[in-house]
């Protein structure tokens, strides 16, 4: 959604270790915000991104207006559901969210028709759910995950770190050491997910975070994570002020 940071250029840069030609899409949606987020405050930076673009070796920059995807009537507009998978985590707190993101992704995988996808790995859930809807809508095409990129701090670089000030900077860094204290937990041993992560949104609290929820989940389709799950994904998410925070961390068993 642009106001680009090097966690996007990393993509840029897989995209081009692995492809001949590589379209970049800068797209604010307004369908994945809800009627009290900040669709009118997000950071635009049109201008710069297309410079960070271009130094990064990017062939061709997709900017298109909202008109230009979704017609006059934006209420009107077709609308794709992917069930269960998008109703928990961040779409419980979000309705709504995870059908805009789909709705867009499709229209945009249909207008670029692309060989193979690269999304950033810290919105996990997101990435899940796009690898459902090509599976089930059959595109052929490679969805390929890009690790997070962070800050010293371990704070997942964002858009909406821009929001923060430097003593919140130092606060929203505790997710991620939220989110390494209780993977090193489980590699200890320890499978009472429960407490670990009941445990892990006490601490959130109190270093001042808001948590809205901190998950141990299996990878694969986001349920809680069972005793005998070996891949496992831990996703947090959290308010500071008024920006929200997600992040999360894998484990293999």
């Known amino acids: 959604m642009g106001n680009l940071h090097q966690g996007h250029i990393e993509l840029v840069n897989h995209a081009l270790s692995c492809s001949d030609y590589v379209v970049s899409t800068i797209f604010v949606n307004p369908l994945q915000f809800g009627p009290n987020e900040d669709l009118r405050t997000y950071p635009r930076s049109l201008e710069q991104d297309t410079e960070k673009l271009r130094n990064a070796g990017c062939h061709c920059l997709f900017a298109p207006a909202v008109k230009e995807i979704f017609g006059n009537r934006l209420e009107a507009q077709t609308i794709l559901h992917v069930p269960v998978l998008s109703e928990r985590h961040c779409g419980k707190s979000r309705p709504g969210h995870f059908d805009g993101v789909a709705t867009v992704v499709c229209k945009l995988f249909n207008i670029v028709e692309p060989d193979s996808a690269y999304f950033g790995l810290k919105d996990y859930q997101q990435f899940v759910i796009i690898q459902k809807i090509v ?23 964002s858009s909406r770190n821009n929001y923060l000030s430097d003593e919140e900077l130092q606060i929203a860094a505790n997710i991620y050491r939220c989110l390494t204290d209780a993977k090193a937990c489980i590699l200890s041993g320890n499978k009472d997910y ?60």
């Open 194 to 253: 429960g407490s670990i992560e009941d445990k892990s949104l006490q601490i959130m609290k109190s270093v001042g975070l808001d948590p809205d929820y901190f998950s141990i989940c299996n990878a694969h389709d986001l349920e809680p994570a069972h005793e005998n799950d070996t891949e496992i994904i831990i996703l947090a998410a959290a308010n500071l002020g008024a920006t929200r925070l997600i992040d999360n961390i894998q484990i293999s068993l």
């Open 135 to 157: 599976n089930d809508l059959g595109f052929a095409i490679q969805l390929a995950g890009v690790e997070t990129v962070r800050e010293e701090s371990g704070l997942a670089l």
